[in-house]
């Protein structure tokens, strides 16, 4: 496991966009951590280093957002946020399920907790914990 403090939102992007170098298709990152945590801005920045050209915004009323990549194998990127989810068994409606099987994709998860008994064995965890206003702790393992 890796750990991490960045002081900005401009710092959280800038580990992102490096951590986005390692990743190859088929592959799922998942962001825990509260409202305000840093997830989406880690996003971001993720986005950014593979190559997605389109502004990321929060996706919690569509839940899935999908994006393209440019210049990598990995084509797609979707970014999903699970917060309004009420019950476990609402993925199936989702389409999520299907992605995450993807082998040319990226998939990233806020609120990985409400996948349940979908959670993927093969997975990134990224974790943040808020040390300030501005002071992030993030760690990284791959499980
Ligand atoms: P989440 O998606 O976890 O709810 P957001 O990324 O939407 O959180 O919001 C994080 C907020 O905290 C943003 O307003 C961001 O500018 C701010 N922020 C301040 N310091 C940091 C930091 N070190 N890392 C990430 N975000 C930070
Ligand atoms: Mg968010």
């Given amino acids: 496991m890796q750990k991490f403090i ?4 401009q710092e959280t992007q800038h580990l992102a966009e490096t951590f986005a170098k390692k990743l190859s298709g088929g592959t799922i990152v998942l962001l825990y951590g509260d409202l305000g945590a ?7 920045g993720l986005a950014k280093g593979l190559g997605v050209e389109k502004r990321i915004i929060s996706p919690t009323f569509v839940i ?4 393209v990549v440019r ?18 068994s609402e993925i199936e409606g989702t389409g999520l399920l299907d992605i995450i099987k993807q082998e040319n ?3 990233v998860i ?3 907790e409400k996948l349940g008994s979908y959670l993927p064995k093969k997975r990134w ?4 914990t808020p040390l300030g206003e501005d002071k992030r ?6 499980l």
Avoid at 71 to 88: G, M, P, Q
Avoid at 125 to 128: A, I, N, Q, Y
């Fill in 6 to 9: 960045t002081t900005s939102a």
């Fill in 71 to 88: 210049n990598r194998e990995s084509k797609f990127f979707y970014h999903v946020d699970l917060y309004r989810l009420e019950k476990e």
């Fill in 105 to 107: 994709a990226i998939v």
């Fill in 137 to 142: 702790e993030i760690t990284v393992e791959k």
């Fill in 38 to 44: 840093g997830k989406t801005t880690f996003t971001q």
């Fill in 110 to 112: 806020e609120w990985p």
């Fill in 64 to 67: 899935i957002r999908t994006y």
């Fill in 125 to 128: 965890e990224v974790k943040f």
